[in-house]
């Protein structure tokens, strides 16, 4: 089964509101990935996590790892039409596991 | 640089027929991986290559096999198709630690009838 959730499994926003999207793992993660499928395409690697409380931002996304290292978020601000899609958050280790993603629509 | 290439990009099959999805890469990529996309179910792990020579059973192997033909390219066989088997297949590499994240193919849409 998913060794990795995320919650919430859909979320529909309107066009500039804000979007959270939580990962989390029973165990400890050595680091976590987040991917984006844009409806009909394959996922593209977002970023990596391996710190403690490691934050890092690409323009309105904000990606963070807890402090725990058992959970991940990734928020953005003012969502906007070609941020729909659904975000994977992933665990690699020995290969990679998959969250079941969330799959983000905006209206315009 | 094409990156990861998978063939064929749709595919109908009957209970019962063969089929081989191929997928090759271009990056050097040690590792290699075969994913299924279902509805809900997120992204799960049909087999993966750490290194040429090796094949490892993921999440989901009953079904299917796998040839790691060389270091660029590594298949998926479904020997007797099932319905249960439609799915999105995605073909993905990796390389070493660092930059050890996924590229991924762009996917066969394979429908079992």
């Known amino acids: 089964g998913q060794q990795v959730m995320q919650i919430p499994q859909y979320q529909h926003v309107q066009e500039g509101e804000d979007f959270t999207t939580y990962c989390n793992s029973s165990t400890t993660l050595s680091n976590i990935q987040w991917y984006k499928q844009r409806p009909g395409g394959h996922p593209v690697f977002l970023i990596q996590?391996?710190?403690?409380?490691e934050v890092k931002k690409q323009k309105r996304l904000t990606f963070q790892f807890g402090e725990a290292k058992k959970n991940s978020s990734l928020h953005i601000t003012a969502t906007q039409t070609t941020d729909v899609g659904t975000y994977f958050c992933?665990?690699?280790?020995?290969?990679?596991?998959f969250g079941p993603g969330t799959r983000l629509s905006v209206l315009p | 640089n094409a990156g990861v290439t998978q063939t064929p990009k749709f595919q109908v099959l009957k209970t019962g027929q063969s089929m081989t999805l191929q997928c090759a890469q271009d990056?050097?990529?040690?590792?290699m991986y075969w994913y299924r996309q279902d509805p809900g179910m997120g992204l799960r792990l049909i087999y993966y290559?750490?290194?040429?020579?090796?094949?490892d059973k993921g999440e989901v192997p009953n079904g299917y096999n796998v040839s790691r033909l060389n270091k660029r390219e590594f298949s998926l066989r479904l020997e007797s198709a099932a319905p249960s088997q439609t799915s999105v297949y995605f073909c993905?590499?990796?390389?070493?630690?660092?930059?050890?994240?996924?590229?991924f193919g762009a996917g066969s849409r394979l429908t079992v009838l």
């Open positions: 992933a665990k690699r280790g020995q290969n990679f596991v």
């Open positions: 993905a590499s990796s390389g070493l630690s660092g930059a050890n994240v996924l590229t």
């Open positions: 290559s750490a290194s040429e020579g090796t094949t």
């Open positions: 996590l391996v710190k403690s409380g």
């Open positions: 990056m050097n990529h040690n590792s």
